[in-house]
Nanobody, 122 residues
Framework: QVQLVESGGGLVQAGGSLRLSCAASGSIISIRVMHWYRQAPGEQRELVATITGGGNTNYVESVKGRFTISRGNAKNTVYLQMNSLKPEDTAVYYC????????????????WGQGTQVTVSS
């Protein structure tokens, strides 16, 4: 199994910055891609940013130029640097990994973290 643990959320004023971290552990053979999602109250979960094993990145339009996704040297960690935060960025942020594990060698599966709350005050 894979465990994803997020950290770094909190309360920040509009215009401020936060850095989210996500560390994956467990019987991981390979992680193909990692994502950050977010879900605001009453809203559907939204894909915010993606980074592949090769380092290619993609962002939802609303965060382009403000958020940066990156992977750590250990490759099983992912970060989301969030700058120029807006009240509409308020949500629970979730880390997701598509991983190949020792118990599921045939295909990649999705794994989720527990989420970390980000609140941006105006």
């Amino acid at each position: 199994q894979v465990q994803l643990v997020e950290s770094g959320g909190g309360l920040v004023q509009a215009g401020g910055s936060l850095r989210l971290s996500c560390a994956a552990s467990g019987s991981i053979i390979s992680i193909r891609v990692m994502h950050w999602y977010r879900q605001a109250p009453g809203e559907q979960r939204e894909l915010v940013a993606t980074i592949t094993g090769g380092g290619n990145t993609n962002y939802v339009e609303s965060v382009k130029g403000r958020f940066t996704i990156s992977r750590g040297n250990a490759k099983n960690t992912v970060y989301l640097q969030m700058n120029s935060l807006k009240p509409e960025d308020t949500a629970v942020y979730y880390c997701n990994a598509e991983a190949l594990t020792a118990s599921n060698r045939g295909s990649y599966h999705d794994y989720w973290g527990q989420g970390t709350q980000v609140t941006v005050s105006s």
